[in-house]
C-alpha cells in the first residue's frame, strides 16, 4: 500500500546490489511512495550484481563510484542533482565490507590492512559522502540522511569481527555530523540497527543461521525482515520524522531491550539435557 510519504521528494540511494540487499528494498518503497532517485554503487557491484533491473522498475539511472573515493562521490552528487533537478531530500547508506571476515580471520589476528579498508569502505564512505553534500549544498533543509548500522556496535557478537568497529564508527558519525548539519541546516541524520538479516552480505557471517534462529526467540516481536526494514526507513525519510535526528535506532523487534526470553531459554535447556544424554 502506497501513502505518497515521498511524492515529489529527490534521493540518492548508496549499496543496493540485489534482491536480497536492504537498500533494494528500501529504493523499491521509495519508488512506491513517490521518491525520484539515483542508484550508486561501485562498478564491480554494478557488474556482478542486479542493480540494472532494480533501475528499470525504479526508473532511476545508476551512477557508478567507488564510495572511498571523494572525486567519484562529488560526481554522483553533481551528476544527481543534474538527473534530478536540483538538490536532494534524502540519502541512503548501505555500504559495508570486510574482508576480514571473508578471509575467516579472528579478531586477534586480523591484518590491519584489510581493517583500514574495513574502516574506510563501512564507515569513512558514510563522512566522506556527508562532507562532499555539504560542500556542495546538494541537501534541501530538513532533507534526511540514513545509515544502516547493528547492534554490534554496541555488544559483543562473536565472529562480526572489525565490522562491529566500523559499525560503532558509523554511529559515531551520525551524532557528530547530525548536530552540524542540523543546526545549520535542520537535515536530520540517523542510524538503523536492522536484526540480522539475511542480505548477500549478512549470508557471509558465520553462524548466521544459528544466530537468525536465537535472535528471532529471543524477540518478542521476533526478527525484523528486510521488508519491514524499508518500510521504516522511509518513514524516516518522509516529513512525519522531522525532528529526530542523531539517533541509532533499534529495529529489531524487541531484541536490544531483552536479556533472556522464555522462548530462548526453553531452547537452551533443551540442547544442555541433549548434551548431557551423550
Not at 91 to 116: A, C, E, P, T
Not at 165 to 178: Q, Y
Not at 196 to 220: E, H
Request: glycine share 6%; charged share 25%.
Amino acid at each position: 500500500m502506497s501513502y505518497n510519504l515521498l511524492k515529489g521528494k529527490k534521493g540518492i540511494i548508496f549499496g543496493a546490489l540485489d534482491e536480497k540487499s536492504i537498500a533494494w528494498k528500501i529504493a523499491i518503497r521509495a519508488y512506491e511512495e513517490g521518491a525520484r532517485f539515483t542508484l550508486s554503487n561501485t562498478p564491480i557491484a554494478i557488474r556482478f550484481g542486479e542493480i540494472e533491473k532494480l533501475a528499470k522498475i525504479c526508473q532511476a539511472e545508476i551512477i557508478p563510484a567507488d564510495a572511498t573515493n571523494v572525486n567519484d562521490i562529488t560526481h554522483v552528487f553533481t551528476r544527481s542533482m543534474e538527473i534530478l533537478g536540483g538538490k536532494v531530500d534524502f540519502i541512503l547508506h548501505s555500504i559495508g565490507m570486510s574482508l576480514n571476515v571473508r578471509k575467516h580471520r579472528n579478531y586477534d589476528d586480523l591484518d590491519y590492512d584489510f581493517f583500514q579498508k574495513t574502516i574506510d569502505i563501512s564507515a569513512l564512505s558514510f563522512h566522506k559522502i556527508l562532507q562532499v553534500a555539504k560542500k556542495l549544498d546538494a541537501i534541501n533543509n530538513w532533507g534526511s540522511v540514513l545509515a544502516l548500522s547493528y547492534i554490534a556496535a554496541q555488544r559483543t557478537l562473536a565472529g562480526y569481527n572489525d565490522m562491529a568497529d566500523a559499525k560503532a564508527l558509523l554511529e559515531s558519525i551520525a551524532r557528530s555530523f547530525g548536530y552540524i548539519y542540523g543546526r545549520e541546516k535542520q537535515i536530520r541524520i540517523n542510524t538503523i540497527s536492522q536484526s540480522p538479516t539475511r542480505t548477500t552480505a549478512g549470508s557471509g557471517i558465520k553462524g548466521i543461521d544459528g544466530l537468525l534462529d536465537f535472535t528471532d526467540r529471543m524477540s518478542p516481536l521476533g526478527n525484523a525482515t528486510a521488508e519491514e526494514c524499508a518500510d521504516f526507513s522511509i518513514v524516516l525519510f518522509s516529513d512525519l520524522s522531522r525532528k529526530v535526528t542523531m539517533q541509532n535506532i533499534y529495529h529489531d523487534g524487541g531484541f536490544s531491550s531483552m536479556a533472556m526470553s522464555l522462548k530462548a531459554m526453553t531452547q537452551y535447556n533443551k540442547c544442555l539435557e541433549e548434551e548431557e544424554k551423550l
